[in-house]
């Protein structure tokens, strides 16, 4: 697998993505892109792969239907990462003051939500 990284056939993180996966499956990816050269290995397929390889779900077949663009695995939400907000300055305004730095706004909503969050705990005890 190292020397198509070398040789730029795939890019390098990828690569290293790649690296996680078991040998048994390194060799059969590296025989399928033999054996297609249309297939390409891109950093949201390399991701694939590997989680794909976690869940013990790589096989060949997988491994071809990753680079074709068919597997797509539906992610759980509850595992995904919670997204960014964005809050009104209109709303802000009503706690912060004009000439509070962003990094001070944060700090002090971080401080409400650590006590709303450990007064909702204790309610809930």
């Known amino acids: 697998m190292i020397y198509i990284v070398d040789d730029n056939s795939i890019p390098f993180l990828a690569g290293v993505s790649l690296s996680y996966i078991s040998p048994q499956n390194q060799a059969d990816l590296f025989d399928i892109l033999q054996e297609n050269e249309s297939f390409k290995i891109d950093m949201k397929k390399a991701e694939l792969l590997r989680e794909f390889s976690v869940d013990n779900q790589l096989a060949r077949k997988s491994i071809s239907d990753i680079l074709a663009g068919v597997a797509v695995k539906k992610r759980n939400r509850a595992s995904l990462?919670?997204?960014?907000?964005?809050?009104?300055?209109?709303?802000?305004?009503?706690?912060?003051?004009?000439?509070?730095?962003?990094?001070?706004?944060?700090a002090a909503i971080i401080e409400a939500l650590e006590l709303y969050t450990a007064q909702k705990n204790n309610k809930e005890r």
């Open 81 to 106: 990462p919670v997204q960014s907000i964005k809050i009104k300055g209109k709303i802000l305004s009503k706690y912060f003051k004009p000439e509070q730095k962003p990094e001070e706004i944060e």
